[in-house]
């Protein structure tokens, strides 16, 4: 017969199967019964605590739970140590910190309940945190076998690397030069963060000693651009150039994967003592695609430029050159930012430039004209399209507070003086609004248009029908602001109105003028463009089902580079039926939702891929502007002497952040 103490130590340490089903039965007890297995858990662990010996109690974990365990008729407190959950789940990253159980890829504390525990390794945060991690130790593993080689092939003397430094250690300090890089942090920043950074890691070194690191981050970044092009999918080039120190000079590619997710990179930038010619920027561009990328040049479909001479020029030669079947295409948004500089709007002008220096010169201002309008003043850029048109609408908006204003200023007497004068001959007062209200009537479709065609994605589909909307636009002459001040001015003159919107029309006209002549007169290179616009829009299943697909607008894709062989117009031919139903069913109600239906669907193989080609074109060269406004934004003046390997390292790992790097 057992004695008492016995069966005491057999219920205190029950068998692994007993506590998995009593935990069960725990997790299905009813609320009603709560309040007295309480009361009976606390006996029992009175009990407990004055048969246990104090070699017992010492064996005890203090972090571990005390889980109910009920056998027959009586309940006990089991002890599950964090160390038992983790070797049940061996594969799922768990560890103990501090006595207590911890996931390493959600860096979260869980409790040591196996039902939670349960739920928390079948959660989806949990597997994208396995997911995660294994990528990262991937790319780890990855970094190490290109520092090993890297070491190999380079000679370190008077680089500042030693032979001494263990790999981990190096690879420690390549992934924080990294990140300082990524963010746009100065390297010499590091210096102050050291004892941080440092805080339970690889110990550090110097700055001056980590900058010796940024070739090696730059050749990794560049190897991970030819391992993500190794299957050389169709590419379109952006490039373009910035007064920096001389000239930077910036190229990016684009193209689309098979899963049409669009993808655009930044390849190169180049930080030059001078302003490049033609001859110069086309060896440039082939340096890169040829020599760096090793990109086969049937591959390149497209060179997307703004609208100067010197890269028109260059992009002649790549096409004499290497590339003759070259598309050549003139960013449709700096086209259409031209425009606004033909409106004759002289008086507009010039006080738009007395305007615009009295916030900029005078912060009282700034504050005395938000406390007055409710609104903070719109600022204005040089080099943002349309800045200037948006400093104008949100002045006439609320030009009633205008005359408040300028008398209650204190700042800038001689810009408030120039002000003053427009403002207080009644002339000149009605030219000024006359003038505005028909700027900003004429420029607002336009400005719609700029905004909408600089986004990057599929709006190569998309520009033909902005364009058409335009000169729509144009031939209605609808100008509702312009007809609302000319109504205010003459105090219900019907006749003095319209006198009044027809002297207003004369104002815009030669931008309308440039405007018809830019995109429609034929044998110019924008008009080309707007052709090929027109070729590719019925990849888009809507304005495929709207204008009635028929053999002759297949033909018309002959025009777009990657789609002029013989066999795949052939292929289009012959899936032309399929695409007709399933564009009759498509339901698109956004351009991201039009990518999503081209790769769900099935048998419209030689369709998929016109539109892969056609998706990889884009109608403007903002990604390249972009570029400058990240420069712009993460280096100051103090750093206008960065090396061009740490300013081309520092702008690749920003604009292709999320799609190449994991750090």
Same mark, same amino acid.
């Given at each position: ?197 440092? !805080?339970?890691?690889?110990?550090? +070194?110097? @700055? *001056?000693? %980590? ?5 090696? =981050? /730059?050749?990794?970044? #560049? ?58 920027? !086309?060896?440039?561009?082939?340096? +890169?695609? @040829? *020599?760096? %990328? ?5 591959? =390149? /479909?497209?060179?997307? #430029? ?66 007055? @309008? ?290």
């Amino acid at each position: 017969m057992e004695s008492a103490g016995a069966r005491d130590r057999a219920l205190d340490y029950p068998s692994d199967m007993e506590v998995d089903v009593l935990e069960e039965e725990e997790d299905s007890n009813c609320n009603a019964a709560d309040h007295l297995e309480k009361a009976d858990e606390a006996r029992i662990s009175r009990d407990r605590s004055m048969k246990r010996t104090s070699t017992e109690k010492a064996n005890t974990s203090a972090n571990a739970k005390k889980t109910r365990v009920s056998l027959g008729s009586s309940t006990q407190l089991v002890n599950i140590s964090p160390h038992q959950r983790v070797t049940e789940f061996p594969a799922e990253y768990l560890t103990v910190s501090s006595g207590k159980l911890y996931c390493e890829v959600c860096r979260t504390v869980l409790s040591v309940k196996k039902s939670i525990v349960k739920l928390h390794i079948t959660s989806d945060r949990h597997s994208k945190g396995k997911e995660t991690h294994q990528q990262q130790s991937l790319h780890q593993q990855r970094l190490i076998q290109s520092w090993e080689q890297y070491h190999q092939r380079h000679s370190l003397a008077g680089t500042g690397l030693s032979q001494a430094v263990p790999t981990e250690q190096s690879v420690r300090r390549i992934e924080t030069v990294t990140a300082f890089l990524k963010a746009g942090i100065p390297l010499a920043k590091a210096d102050y963060l050291r004892p941080l950074l440092e !805080a339970g890691a690889e110990r550090l +070194t110097f @700055s *001056t000693h %980590l900058a010796s690191y940024i070739p090696f =981050v /730059l050749e990794v970044e #560049r190897d991970k651009l030819k391992e993500e092009l190794k299957d050389k999918p169709f590419i379109c080039v952006i490039f373009d150039g910035s007064t920096h120190l001389g000239e930077m000079l910036v190229i990016l590619i684009r193209f689309v994967r098979e899963d049409f997710e669009i993808c655009q990179r930044l390849v190169r930038v180049h930080v030059l003592a001078k302003s490049l010619n033609a001859q110069q920027l !086309a060896r440039e561009i082939i340096t +890169t695609l @040829s *020599t760096d %990328l090793q990109y086969p040049s049937e591959r =390149v /479909l497209a060179m997307v #430029r703004d609208g100067a001479s010197v890269n028109g020029a260059a992009v002649k030669i790549l096409k004499d050159a290497l590339y003759p079947q070259l598309a050549d295409i003139i960013c449709i948004p700096h086209s259409l930012d031209l425009i606004g500089r033909k409106f004759d709007t002289d008086l507009l002008d010039s006080f738009l430039q007395a305007w615009v220096a009295l916030f900029s010169h005078s912060p009282a201002s700034r504050l005395v004209w938000q406390n007055l @309008s409710g609104e903070s003043i719109r600022s204005y850029s040089a080099t943002r399209w349309w800045s200037w048109w948006e400093v104008l609408a949100q002045l006439h908006r609320l030009f009633r507070h205008v005359n408040v204003f300028l008398a209650g200023l204190q700042s800038c007497p001689s810009t408030v003086a120039k002000l003053k004068r427009v403002l207080e001959d009644p002339d000149e007062q009605i030219q000024l609004r006359l003038q505005l209200a028909i700027t900003i009537d004429m420029g607002k479709p336009i400005v719609q248009k700029t905004y909408l065609l600089e986004s990057d994605g599929e709006m190569v589909v998309d520009a033909y029908a902005c364009l058409q909307e335009l000169c729509s636009a144009a031939a209605v002459e609808n100008y509702p602001e312009t007809i609302a001040t000319a109504d205010d001015i003459a105090g219900g003159n019907a006749a003095a109105a319209a006198a009044m919107v027809t002297q207003a029309k004369v104002f815009v006209a030669p931008a309308v003028q440039y405007f018809r002549t830019k995109f429609n007169k034929q044998g110019t290179p924008m008009f080309e463009v707007v052709k090929l616009f027109k070729a590719v829009r019925i990849l888009c299943p809507q304005q495929a089902r709207a204008i009635g697909l028929t053999e002759a607008h297949v033909q018309a894709l002959r025009i777009v580079p990657g789609i002029s062989d013989d066999a795949l117009v052939g292929r289009l031919l012959e899936e032309l039926p399929a695409y007709i139903v399933a564009a009759e069913d498509a339901v698109i109600d956004d351009t991201h939702r039009r990518l999503r239906w081209w790769r769900n669907q099935v048998g419209l193989q030689a369709w998929k891929l016109a539109a892969r080609i056609v998706f990889a074109l884009l109608p403007s060269s903002a990604p390249a502007e972009r570029v400058f406004s990240l420069f712009e934004a993460a280096t100051s003046s103090r750093q206008a002497c960065l090396l061009c390997d740490q300013l081309e390292a520092s702008l690749m790992l920003q604009y292709n952040r999320g799609h190449i790097s994991l750090l």
